[in-house]
């Protein structure tokens, strides 16, 4: 295999974020990380203490969400959001930009509001994915084309202090040509952008889109670091199946990944 399984597992943040799970459901989502050794959960926020409870000693870190999934709170709302995630057991956070104020070039809001939560997180020692929410900015803002607009949150991202950028929430919808709504997070071309617009001190994570293992190979050819997806059993449950075959001699050539499928 072309990397270890531990370093596929290491990469995924296991997402429990659907609106509709249940304690339950997200008890036994703590315990599925736990048994393939994730690097994280990426929970509810009234659900973190619960989860860092669960995950104590597993090695599986626990990330809470601030302003999820569309970022609309005020900055002190995020801010206080993240304090209290942090109190309760979370060492990430996952905070989504204002997307209006981005389309709208108010570039100062932006850094102030990314800051706010970097500063909050990192004095209780946790670090900062900042999600952008690509589907919304195809079509470019503030004068700028979509790829401007993105390499532009990318710098202003890492000057408020963010460890990683992050494509999307895997919850965005976007209208299509048949008037359906469609979800497309993470892609090639995206992942590419983003990893050539910062330093290598912060790091890249993709969302939405990525459900087998090849979409997840990908997303470590093109530099990035985690990947937030549900489909964590059946993306590690594959890896086991081909390092079996390719033990036995019996593996099928190497496949392509695909990215940019939406959801999570």
């Not at 989502?29 to 994280?40: D, H, Q, T, W």
């Not at 108010?106 to 946790?126: F, M």
Request: proline fraction near 2%; hydrophobic fraction near 35%.
């Amino acid at each position: 295999m072309k990397y270890t399984y531990e370093e596929m597992a290491k990469m995924i943040d296991h997402s429990l974020l659907n609106p509709t799970l249940m304690d339950k459901e997200l008890d036994n989502g703590c315990k599925l990380a736990a048994e393939y050794g994730v690097a994280s959960v990426c929970i509810k926020s009234y659900y973190v203490a619960r989860a860092a409870e669960l995950l104590k000693g597993t090695g599986v870190k626990v990330g809470g969400v601030v302003g999820f999934p569309h970022g609309n709170s005020a900055t002190e709302v995020k801010r206080y959001e993240t304090q209290l995630a942090c109190k309760a057991g979370a060492v990430e956070i996952d905070m989504v930009i204002n997307i209006g104020k981005a389309l709208s070039g108010d570039w100062a809001y932006i850094e102030h509001d990314i800051r706010s939560v970097c500063e909050e997180a990192h004095k209780h020692g946790a670090k900062v994915k900042v999600i952008f929410e690509n589907d919304y900015l195809a079509n470019g803002g503030a004068g700028l084309s979509g790829d401007d607009l993105k390499r532009c949150l990318c710098r202003i991202s890492e000057q408020a202090g963010a460890d990683w950028v992050k494509t999307s929430t895997g919850y965005s919808f976007i209208k299509g040509p048949d008037g359906k709504f469609i979800s497309i997070g993470a892609t090639e071309p995206d992942l590419k952008l983003m990893r050539a617009s910062v330093s290598a001190r912060v790091q890249v994570k993709a969302a939405g889109g990525v459900r087998n293992l090849d979409g997840l190979i990908l997303v470590r050819d093109l530099g990035g670091s985690r990947c937030g997806t549900a489909a964590t059993k059946a993306i590690l449950d594959e890896y086991r199946k081909r390092a079996e075959a390719e033990t036995a001699g019996t593996a099928d050539r190497p496949r392509k990944g695909v990215l940019g499928k939406g959801g999570y």
